[in-house]
C-alpha cells in the first residue's frame, strides 16, 4: 500500500497541492482519497499525464468542514500520476491523502 500526502495545510493558496502519487507503471489501480477539512473548500482531483505537464482528466471535488473519502478505480498508463490540489484558496486547514 502506498500513502501520499503533502500533510496538513493551513490557508492554502489556489492550486496549491494536496496529494501527488508519483508516477506509477501501467495498470488499473483502486485508490482512496480522503480528505479533512476545517472549512468548505474546492478542489481538483487530477490524472497528470506521463510528463507531468498537463491534466489528462479533472474532477471537482467540493467538500464541507469534517473528514470525507471516496474510492476510484483508474487505469493509468506509465508514468501518469494521480493529484488532489486547490481549486481556489481555503479559508482554513485541510489535508488530503490518496491511499493506493
Not at 25 to 46: M, N, R
Not at 53 to 68: C, K, L, N, P, R
Request: net charge negative; aromatic share 8%; proline share 2%.
Amino acid at each position: 500500500m502506498a500513502w501520499a500526502t503533502e500533510g496538513p495545510k493551513s490557508l492554502p493558496a489556489a492550486s496549491a497541492l494536496l496529494a501527488d502519487t508519483g508516477a506509477f507503471g501501467l495498470g488499473l489501480f483502486d485508490f482512496t482519497v480522503i480528505i479533512a477539512a476545517t472549512h468548505s473548500a474546492a478542489l481538483e482531483f487530477a490524472q497528470r499525464n506521463a510528463l507531468n505537464t498537463a491534466d489528462s482528466h479533472v474532477q471537482d471535488i467540493y467538500v464541507d468542514v469534517g473528514t470525507q473519502a471516496f474510492r476510484a478505480g483508474i487505469t493509468l498508463a506509465v508514468n501518469e500520476r494521480l493529484v488532489v490540489r486547490c481549486k481556489t484558496a481555503v479559508d482554513g486547514d485541510i489535508q488530503a491523502s490518496i491511499v493506493s
